[in-house]
């Protein structure tokens, strides 16, 4: 099944825990990104990579690190959450920038 | 840069059609997104429009004004489970960093 998995789907941390969001995709895409939605705010883009090891950032990308070192997997990374980071996360893969996005089913990050 | 508008909450009737509008602002549009997306899912994609004009999709249509700045999605014979937040997602080949940008959504309220 052609699929965009997360994990963890839920997680509560403490500040400056260091922690990872994994994201795979299984569909052979070169796009994927990172969102985070608060609410009243929408979906806005953390960082974005065009393919393997080829990554920049979106519109709110302070506080986060990713990396793409093969195709399939797209982590994202906060070295030191603070509670401002607490949202909903998504990632999501298209075959191309700009094509029709596949979104995994979220994560839920709290931290206290 | 790109603005996106979109209604923040509507409300609608079990069986009656609902208009959800979009407009936007960009200097180099190229094709327009709807998704839907359930409180707490992810979102899915319903419609895609790059040229004007409707495009139908069994009880959703979307249409596209690329001179207005325009779209619409059209949603008929409306059931309960129709009720979610709707996105509205522009793509825009003139931002180099976000390819697709969305609109903060228009929460839809489905009732008997």
């Known amino acids: 099944e052609a699929q965009v998995t997360q994990n963890p789907r839920y997680l509560i941390t403490v500040t400056g825990k260091k922690l990872t969001v994994t994201c795979s995709q299984n569909?052979?895409?070169?796009?994927m990104s990172w969102y985070r939605q608060d609410p009243g705010l929408g979906l806005r883009q953390i960082y974005y990579?065009?393919?393997?090891?080829?990554?920049d950032k979106g519109d709110v990308p302070e506080g986060y690190k990713v990396s793409r070192k093969e195709k399939r997997n797209f982590p994202l990374i906060l070295e030191s959450p603070s509670p401002n980071q607490t949202s909903l996360y998504f990632c999501?893969?298209?075959?191309?920038?700009?094509?029709?996005?596949?979104f995994g089913p979220g994560t839920r990050l709290t931290v206290l | 840069g790109q603005n996106i508008d979109q209604p923040t909450e509507m409300t609608a009737t079990e069986g009656a059609i609902v208009q959800i509008n979009c407009t936007y602002q960009?200097?180099?549009?190229?094709?327009l997104f709807w998704y839907q997306q359930h409180a707490g899912e992810a979102p899915t994609f319903l419609s895609y429009?790059?040229?004007?004009g409707l495009e139908e999709k069994g009880r959703f249509s979307s249409f596209l004004s690329r001179s207005k700045g325009y779209s619409y999605l059209l949603l008929k014979e409306l059931q309960m489970k129709d009720s979610a937040s709707y996105l509205c997602?522009?793509?825009?080949?003139?931002?180099?960093?976000?390819?697709?940008?969305f609109g903060k959504g228009t929460r839809l309220s489905v009732i008997a």
């Open positions: 990579s065009m393919n393997v090891e080829v990554t």
């Open positions: 960009t200097s180099g549009f190229n094709g």
């Open positions: 997602a522009v793509r825009d080949r003139s931002s180099g960093n976000t390819p697709l940008v």
């Open positions: 999501a893969s298209s075959l191309s920038a700009g094509g029709e996005q596949f």
């Open positions: 569909m052979n895409h070169e796009y």
């Open positions: 429009n790059v040229l004007d």
